[in-house]
């Protein structure tokens, strides 16, 4: 079980057990399961860098079926592609990089101020953006769309510079 410690909210939590000969668990609040931490791991986890990839992933679908719901609009599908660069010395992500293509039932116009309103409001990009670029490429039924990423999350979700 995971174990409340901080109590200010909201709160993630999250309990990693690291074992010598045994696979390195997490136990989490809405997940349980097999992490790939060491450079021999053979199981089906995501390394780090794709656990990474897969929380950006996860922040932009969810934040653009959130936004899509409340405007009306049915998202048919939202397919993403997701590439990071790194760098060795000194060893860090130096990019991050998305093909995001969205298929809906609205005028690519409305699609494209959902997707900008994912990124807003999202805890993942607007962290990981402050990490390092983050590149996003939207195309909205198959045709590019025009998404000025850094412009973007360089608000506040008020719309004020920050």
Known sequence: TVRPKHPAAPVYLLDVHAVRGQRTRADGALWDGVLN???ADTNDAPSPIEALMAALAGCLVRNQRS??????ITLE???LH???????DPPMVTSLIVDLDVVADAEPERVRRVVEQALRYGTITRTLHRACPLVIDLS???APAPLDVAA???TNTTGEDQ
């Open 37 to 39: 931490a060491t450079p």
């Open 140 to 142: 909205i039924d198959g």
């Open 152 to 154: 973007l999350l360089a």
């Open 82 to 88: 997701l590439a990071a660069t790194r760098s060795d």
């Open 67 to 72: 936004m899509a719901d409340r405007r009306r």
């Open 77 to 79: 599908r939202v397919d």
